[in-house]
């Protein structure tokens, strides 16, 4: 006889990159499987993929790809030989273009679940109380419907935080969905938080003609970043043209007819006002529980509003799990998904693994960021010894071939046994470069590892094993 249709093994509430991972892992495992998400195309169809597919990673690089293109041509292609008369910006060309990319992920995702024949329910799903041992999920939209499921993973994700008082609008004051969806490139634009929200936006749209300010309340730049890195990419971003100011305390934002003019005290104190054509807001996020019935059931919240868990990503609730942006950790969709695989594979009595200390950590300006491990001031802190060697890419014979020289690579060791505590990248497709560091340290590599592996010449991971040799002080290029 076969099971009731809407009695699931599990299911896990929200699609974005931890739910989605999550629920395939799970059906591969041979669960009977369903996920919930609510997210609506502008079309009326569904879009899986959560804030990252949506409002967040993908369409932020594309438009970074859009942006740097239209600054490369305007700028480095005449360094090439390459000559662009009337070069022009059609601004909802580009957002077509990321829309598309957009809707071929969520139809990308949509496509996982038919083919590892996961139950796909459009809409909002909330804890609608329990059925014996089972949890009991209501959907409310297109798909709705009232599921039970032994087990539940909840992967709801976060929104944006907004300033206080000071609701988004999505006409002056912008959270990361309305950065991304201007229809034209405003003159003056002001950024409300240097973290990577901030930084990527402020980018795009500064390529394409508008002139940033940054505001950030932190007196450093960049705190979490390795200081050398943060201290590089300030003066890099200064002298692309884009303002950043630290130390800043915003005392008021007033809108006016077509502007908003934010008034704030500096780093010294000294109050100061700036209008700008469009605000965005990018000072954090904070987890998405809202309409999840956690009341209904009893699932614990932290003072800060995210899920509790334990290790395990397991709740106060039996058979109930968390993973993601709603629960403690980093903010980041890699670790979502690891988070998902981890815990899918619990259920199933295997040994899921998520390890923070690896975790890569990427900020895609130009020159983009990476790091993964501990910084120079964290092991100052800890008092740990440690040896670091670094090498820029003027020095790397491919990074000249790219016309992308800015930046170096930097590797930290433990001065006793040598093996690898971090890696830092701030240069050309840093982002890619950064997975040797993960792998190294993933399998408790050394510095000399890295300096004894045969690296393809000419290529910008020479300069990773430069930066090894650097540790021992016997760079070759440099």
Not at 55 to 76: M, T
Not at 275 to 296: K, Q, W
Not at 352 to 370: C, K, M, R
Not at 380 to 387: D, F, L
Request: proline share 4%.
């Amino acid at each position: 006889m076969s099971a009731p249709q809407n009695l699931f093994d599990v299911v896990v509430v929200g699609g974005g990159p931890g739910g989605y991972i999550a629920a395939i892992r799970c059906a591969q495992l041979g669960f009977r499987t369903a996920c919930v998400d609510d997210w609506t195309r502008a079309d009326g169809k569904p879009a899986p993929g959560g804030t990252c597919t949506n409002v967040g990673c993908i369409p932020s690089k594309a438009l970074l790809q859009s942006s740097e293109n239209y600054e490369h041509a305007g700028h480095a292609f005449a360094d090439h030989g390459i000559e662009v008369k009337g070069l022009a910006i059609d601004v909802k060309k580009m957002l077509a273009r990321k829309d598309r990319i957009v809707a071929q992920n969520n139809d990308g995702i949509l496509y996982l679940f038919k083919k590892n024949k996961i139950a796909f329910f459009h809409g909002r799903g909330a804890f609608a109380g329990s059925d014996g041992d089972a949890w009991k999920i209501r959907v409310d939209g297109p798909g709705a419907a009232e599921l039970v499921a032994a087990r539940v993973i909840v992967a709801t994700g976060s929104k944006p935080r907004a300033l206080p008082a000071i609701a988004f609008d999505g006409e002056r004051i912008l959270d990361n969905a309305g950065a991304l969806a201007m229809t034209a490139v405003p003159g003056r634009l002001g950024v409300v938080g240097a973290g990577v929200i901030g930084l990527e936006m402020g980018s795009v749209w500064r390529r394409l003609g508008a002139k940033v300010k940054v505001l950030e309340a932190l007196p450093a730049f960049l705190g979490a970043a390795d200081e050398s890195v943060a201290n590089e990419a300030r003066k890099l971003f200064a002298r692309q043209g884009l303002a950043i100011e630290t130390g800043v305390g915003i005392t008021a934002v007033a809108l006016g007819n077509s502007d908003v003019t934010v008034s704030y005290t500096d780093a010294a104190g000294a109050p100061q006002a700036e209008t700008f054509d469009r605000l965005i807001v990018s000072i954090g996020r904070i987890p998405n529980t809202d309409g999840l019935g956690a009341e209904a059931v009893g699932l614990a919240l932290d003072e800060r509003g995210f899920v509790a868990v334990d290790a395990q990503c397991l709740t106060n609730l039996p058979n109930v799990y968390a993973i993601g942006d709603v629960v403690r950790g980093p903010m980041l969709a890699h670790k979502a998904e690891e988070e998902g695989v981890a815990v899918a594979e619990r259920l199933a009595g295997l040994h899921g693994h998520v390890d923070f200390n690896t975790l890569p950590w990427v900020i895609y300006t130009s020159p983009e960021i990476a790091w993964v491990g501990q910084t120079e001031q964290q092991l100052k802190a800890a008092g740990v010894a440690y040896r670091a060697g670094s090498f820029p890419f003027s020095a790397n014979g491919r990074a000249r071939a790219l016309g992308d020289t800015a930046g170096f690579v930097k590797i930290l060791a433990d001065a006793a046994t040598d093996r690898i505590l971090g890696m830092h990248v701030i240069g050309p497709f840093a982002s890619e470069l950064i997975s040797e560091g993960v792998v190294a340290m993933e399998f408790g590599a050394s510095a000399e590892d890295i300096a004894r592996i045969c690296h393809a010449h000419p290529s910008l991971s020479e300069a990773t094993k430069e930066a090894a040799l650097a540790v021992d002080g016997r760079v070759l290029n440099l």
